[in-house]
């Protein structure tokens, strides 16, 4: 078992890619309990691509991006950045994530110089605070008892240790899962602390900002990722940021899914910073897939 540090440690290491050749990076994957390679880890490396390519005062404020195959876990991906565009005040990357010599993954990403303007955002939900809730790994522990109900190639996943804290306000038992309205409220952090680099707490929350989302969206059906002949994928992924931000502080992560449809489900994510400050908003739509 890792240490909270060992488990943030490794996953900063995840992200920080190697340098192949100019705007040309290569990563690692980690298995955390999938069959391919996990989507938010895809999308933080391709983030951290991209931001090695624009100047130092300009963050990424908007990021689009497309699942366009499963990520191999045994195989390094290799990222390559396209410079779309360099203005005054913004810039615009393409990125394509490369396996086995095919597109995984393909993203935009904007990037945005800090300015003053107008203002405004919707309230932070009044919610139990983190302190007051159990966590994922004190949840999973507890559902153990619930194993039997699990397909043998999936059991492992649930032991998996992730470096990310996260406290459901209402738990929803993904061993057996009831079926309830699609909106769920997940307080998260780092279980350590981030170095004081604006962009690598960016890049950690767009891997964080993967889990629980599409989950969502099977609440109102009673099936989850561990229900026998489930398949489930993200297809896109869009994340919005809206200011500076601490990934090892905790964060409210407020999720609906308005609807969904031929195995699609849509979800929708606001996510607030301890204070009631709203820092970035996100959508996905994903597979949810009963297969014969």
Same mark, same amino acid.
């Not at 194993?147 to 043998?152: C, H, N, S, Y």
């Given at each position: 078992?890792?240490?909270?540090?060992?488990?943030?440690?490794?996953?900063?290491?995840?992200?920080?890619?190697?340098?192949?050749?100019?705007?040309?990076?290569?990563?690692?994957?980690?298995?955390?309990?999938?069959?391919?390679?996990?989507?938010?880890?895809?999308?933080?490396?391709?983030?951290?691509?991209?931001?090695?390519?624009?100047?130092?005062?300009?963050?990424?404020?908007?990021?689009?991006?497309?699942?366009?195959?499963?990520?191999?876990?045994?195989?390094?991906?290799?990222?390559?950045?396209?410079?779309?565009?360099?203005?005054?005040?913004?810039?615009?990357?393409?990125?394509?994530?490369?396996?086995?010599?095919?597109?995984?993954?393909?993203?935009?990403?904007?990037?945005?110089?800090?300015?003053?303007?107008?203002?405004?955002?919707?309230?932070?939900?009044?919610?139990?605070?983190?302190?007051?809730?159990?966590?994922?790994?004190?949840?999973?522990?507890?559902?153990?008892?619930?194993?039997?109900?699990?397909? &043998? =190639?999936?059991?492992?996943?649930? *032991?998996?240790?992730? $470096?990310? !804290?996260? #406290?459901? /306000?209402?738990?929803?038992?993904?061993?057996?899962?009831?079926?309830?309205?699609?909106?769920?409220?997940?307080?998260?952090?780092?279980?350590?602390?981030?170095?004081?680099?604006?962009?690598?707490?960016?890049?950690?929350?767009?891997?964080?900002?993967?889990?629980?989302?599409?989950?969502?969206?099977?609440?109102?059906?009673?099936?989850?990722?561990?229900?026998?002949?489930?398949?489930?994928?993200?297809?896109?992924?869009?994340?919005?940021?809206?200011?500076?931000?601490?990934?090892?502080?905790?964060?409210?992560?407020?999720?609906?899914?308005?609807?969904?449809? &031929? =195995?699609?489900?849509?979800?929708? *994510?606001?996510?607030? $910073?301890? !204070?009631? #400050?709203? /820092?970035?908003?996100?959508?996905?739509?994903?597979?949810?897939?009963?297969?014969?």
């Amino acid at each position: 078992m890792k240490s909270s540090r060992q488990l943030v440690a490794d996953l900063l290491a995840q992200l920080d890619l190697e340098v192949l050749e100019d705007r040309l990076f290569r990563g690692s994957s980690r298995d955390i309990g999938g069959k391919s390679v996990f989507g938010g880890q895809v999308a933080g490396q391709a983030l951290v691509a991209a931001t090695r390519t624009v100047d130092p005062g300009q963050l990424a404020h908007s990021l689009h991006g497309y699942f366009l195959r499963p990520g191999d876990m045994a195989k390094p991906i290799v990222y390559e950045v396209d410079a779309i565009r360099d203005g005054r005040s913004f810039a615009t990357r393409r990125v394509q994530a490369i396996q086995h010599g095919r597109p995984i993954f393909s993203m935009l990403a904007s990037f945005h110089v800090a300015e003053t303007g107008y203002t405004h955002q919707m309230d932070m939900p009044d919610v139990p605070g983190p302190e007051e809730l159990a966590s994922h790994d004190e949840l999973r522990h507890a559902w153990v008892g619930e194993l039997d109900r699990v397909p &043998d =190639s999936l059991k492992e996943a649930v *032991g998996r240790e992730i $470096a990310i !804290d996260m #406290r459901p /306000v209402e738990p929803w038992n993904l061993l057996a899962p009831d079926k309830r309205a699609p909106k769920q409220y997940v307080w998260f952090r780092a279980k350590d602390a981030v170095p004081k680099d604006q962009a690598v707490h960016r890049a950690v929350l767009t891997y964080a900002s993967d889990f629980n989302l599409l989950t969502t969206s099977q609440m109102p059906h009673g099936v989850s990722f561990f229900t026998p002949g489930m398949q489930m994928a993200s297809i896109d992924h869009a994340l919005w940021f809206h200011g500076d931000l601490a990934v090892d502080d905790w964060l409210l992560y407020c999720m609906d899914s308005p609807g969904a449809q &031929d =195995s699609r489900g849509l979800s929708r *994510g606001l996510i607030f $910073a301890r !204070d009631g #400050r709203l /820092v970035a908003s996100v959508a996905q739509e994903g597979l949810i897939r009963q297969r014969d």
